[in-house]
């Protein structure tokens, strides 16, 4: 079920699950394919799922370059082509969604149905504690032996490159964006999902929503935050019912 690809200088490590249409599946920065063991069953009954490791996460090593939203996009997009794949529905979480967006943006003709969660687009949006400045050091230590750092400790080719993934995520997060205007130069349907305490308001959320007009879809699920929309019990249902479509 696990394989290893040879993408743009990277061993990228993905799986697949079930038939059918290609959904690849994106996780959140520092986490893993582990993000989504809730959700993959119900995904996979009714899609070939490509669940990947992003560069520098889980199974996937991490290369002598910066984290970018855009060259992670085109590692997406180029393992859709190893695979052998057409065209492909895109479901990205946080960092996740930000690197399917740019796929989206980027390579346009790879990609039909693409679902946004918990994704702002752009940083300003966010809220002020999720804006506040952070040091390497305080982060450090308040990931220490959690389960996230676990996860990677169990996972990583390389456990000592923990410190270097945090270095990495901070760059990038740190960054800053605006996809604002990008975002209408999407062709195919969107689902927009957020929570109504996630890291950005609901009116983010429906901005997004506003400015791709009739070709989104907007779900703000109540009663969760960013850590806990998969486990919203709509959630699998409302995505679902958007990839039957």
């Known amino acids: 079920m696990g394989h290893n690809a040879r993408i743009n200088g990277l061993e990228m490590h993905y799986e697949l699950h079930g038939n059918g249409q290609p959904l690849v599946l994106l996780h959140g920065g520092l986490g893993a394919i582990e993000m989504f063991e809730s959700l993959l069953p119900s995904l996979a009954a009714i899609r070939q799922v490509v669940a990947v490791d992003l560069e520098g996460h889980g199974r996937t090593g991490a290369i002598d370059r910066p984290f970018s939203f855009g060259v992670m996009a085109d590692d997406i997009a180029a393992l859709i082509k190893h695979l052998a794949l057409d065209q492909v529905d895109i479901l990205g979480y946080s960092l996740g969604g930000s690197i399917a967006l740019q796929v989206a943006l980027r390579h346009p003709n790879r990609v039909a149905k693409l679902i946004l969660v918990s994704t702002p687009i752009r940083r300003s949006a ?24 676990q996860l990677y400790e169990r996972l990583a080719p390389k456990p000592a490159d923990w410190p270097r ?81």
């Open 165 to 245: 993934l945090l270095e990495k995520m901070l760059a990038l997060t740190t960054t800053e964006f605006d996809y604002t205007r990008q975002l209408t130069c999407l062709t195919g349907a969107t689902m927009i999902v957020a929570a109504d305490q996630d890291i950005f308001p609901p009116s983010h959320a429906t901005e997004a929503f506003e400015l791709l007009g009739g070709r989104a879809q907007l779900a703000i699920l109540p009663g969760a935050s960013h850590q806990t929309v998969f486990m919203h019990p709509a959630f699998a249902t409302i995505v679902s019912g958007f990839l039957r479509e």
């Open 126 to 149: 966010l809220r002020p504690a999720f804006l506040a400045p952070v040091t390497l050091e305080a982060w450090s230590a308040a990931l220490e032996n959690s389960p996230i750092h």
